[in-house]
């Protein structure tokens, strides 16, 4: 079975004082993450930790190699959902806000290597703007063996018809759907956009010389731990592609 | 942007807003009931799928009935709502559709999966499910050098508005059709709220330049600090009158004239935000816009 945690930020008074952003605050935030807390824990997978507002810490995600913790918090777990603003670098990077500076005020996915030589597969972030679809590849150095990093190429919504994406996601992952598909069809509820995208990287045998073997990537075959197949981690020395799977309307 | 300037933009966002609208009772679904819409489902559409509707398994949870079909697939029923939710488990990547399509032509490949579905049968008198998006699930991957593949179609999704009386009713999709390669069906969500037939009140509408009004003061209580405002970082998308649904593990007892504001806040983190507010002075159907607090009272030391 797997272990997870999860994060979620709903108010962002503190960012907002200290002039670091303009972000409003969110409403749906704990409903989102208590949802997917709520159906993994139901399939008797562990959680292991739950932190929210402001025991939220940047630090948590950035490698323990660039000064930060990140094999204490989610790359100590297989699975890691937060909740909080987005948006991306100009170079493809990933960006999320925190409302307090712990030990920064926002994280930059060039300081994640996750899946290294401790545990994460799957980051799923319900947060704005995470993924370029221009620059897909700025990701990749994310990917230290993690399979498929969850997210969005444009705005998410905080409404009342997303307020149960988070049990959407952990009821399709405990009922055996793909990684890929359990989240990209768990936001979704196809009137309002949210944008939602899965990164994964690939082998040689995947990329096949840039005539993409699609039955062998993660976004096909990755499931949770114990509701179907998990493939192997692919360290850096073996990656070949990055691969990509959005919904647009 | 201005407090009233963004109220008035909603406001001329607005279509036609009818004098009076009738309040109208919803049927309420035994776990029996929401099977039988389960095994409607199934029996629609068993054929195209390769399922013999009968060769399933039942299993009732607390708040949903689950058929387990072979192969992975599955046919969901929400007790609370009647939604129905068929998947066919076929992994993402199998059956593609291919290289980028016209619209039109991945209308026509959607088409004819969802006549399989009888929209007017799940549907009541003087209410239709229209066509109202066509969505695309799409793949593409890169090489360190740099070079792209071409990307690929996988999925085709036509997604459907219940309407009743000439109102849509607002939410999620009323109904969801996604096909694979050939039309193929990959999944089918139907999230129709029957009406009863009964007429509970007619009220008269909300003018739409008061609803914005209290969309907007019930947007400004997401930054709620003085000296700063929403309004000052959001961009109207819509507003829109209608019939709203609430989420499909939520009873729901009526439908109620609602207003529905779309809007987009800008700056280094953006988002979008729907506030809905009653389309009539009585609230005739709560919701709740405050959100759940954490399911935790974990506090970690300072660092």
């Known amino acids: 079975m797997a272990t997870f945690g999860v994060e979620g930020i709903r108010t962002f008074a503190n960012a907002r004082a200290n002039g670091v952003s303009t972000a409003s605050d969110l409403t749906y935030t704990f409903n989102l993450c208590n949802g997917i807390d709520d159906k993994l824990r139901s399939a008797g997978h562990t959680r292991t930790f739950y932190w929210a507002e402001r025991d939220c810490w940047e630090t948590d995600i950035r490698d323990s190699d660039k000064g930060g913790d990140d094999r204490d918090w989610v790359d100590n777990v297989d699975l890691f959902f937060i909740t909080t603003h987005g948006n991306h670098e100009a170079d493809g990077q990933a960006r999320m806000l925190y409302d307090i500076p712990q030990t920064q005020w926002r994280t930059f996915s060039g300081q994640w290597q996750l899946g290294e030589d401790w545990n994460a597969e799957w980051v799923l972030a319900y947060s704005c703007d995470t993924v370029d679809l221009n620059h897909v590849p700025g990701l990749w150095n994310m990917f230290a063996g993690m399979h498929i990093y969850c997210g969005a190429w444009d705005n998410m919504y905080d409404a009342w018809t997303t307020e149960e994406c988070g049990r959407d996601v952990g009821q399709n992952l405990i009922d055996g759907d793909t990684v890929s598909h359990s989240w990209i069809d768990g936001v979704s509820d196809w009137a309002v956009d949210n944008h939602p995208v899965t990164v994964c990287v690939g082998d040689a045998a995947t990329w096949n010389g840039g005539n993409i073997n699609w039955s062998l990537s993660y976004l096909n075959n990755d499931h949770l731990w114990g509701h179907g197949t998990v493939m192997n981690d692919l360290p850096p020395g073996q990656q070949a592609c990055i691969l990509w799977r959005w919904a647009e309307g | 942007m201005e407090q009233q300037q ?272 009653p389309g009539t002075e009585t609230e005739y159907l709560p919701l709740s816009r405050v959100g759940s607090g954490p399911a935790t009272s974990q506090r970690r030391p300072p660092h």
């Open chain 2, 6 to 277: 963004l109220v008035n933009e909603l406001a001329g966002m607005v279509g036609p807003v009818p004098e009076t609208v009738e309040v109208l009772g919803l049927q309420q679904h035994t776990p029996d009931a929401v099977e039988q819409r389960m095994q409607r489902l199934l029996d629609l559409v068993g054929d195209r799928i390769g399922v013999r509707p009968e060769r399933r398994d039942r299993v009732r949870e607390d708040d949903r009935s689950v058929f387990r079909l072979p192969l992975g697939g599955r046919v969901t029923g929400y007790h609370a709502s009647g939604a129905v939710h068929l998947s066919t488990g076929l992994p993402p990547m199998e059956r593609l559709i291919g290289p980028e399509r016209a619209r039109d032509e991945l209308l026509a490949m959607v088409q004819p999966a969802a006549e399989l579905l009888d929209m007017p049968g799940w549907t009541g008198r003087d209410e239709e499910l229209v066509f109202e998006r066509l969505w695309q699930i799409k793949a593409c991957a890169a090489d360190p050098g740099g070079t792209r593949a071409a990307p690929v179609v996988c999925r085709a999704v036509g997604a459907y508005r219940h309407v009743v009386r000439g109102l849509p009713v607002l939410g999620s999709a009323s109904a969801a059709v996604q096909v694979a390669a050939d039309s193929q069906i990959d999944t089918v969500r139907v999230f129709v709220r029957s009406t009863t037939g009964n007429v509970l009140d007619t009220p008269r509408s909300l003018e739409p330049q008061e609803a914005a009004l209290r969309a907007v003061r019930q947007l400004n209580g997401l930054i709620p600090e003085a000296g700063r405002s929403f309004s000052d970082i959001a961009t109207p998308v819509s507003f829109r009158f209608g019939y709203l649904s609430l989420s499909k593990r939520a009873p729901q007892s009526l439908l109620a004239p609602m207003y529905v504001a779309e809007v987009r806040t800008d700056g280094e983190e953006s988002m979008s935000y729907l506030a809905a507010v």
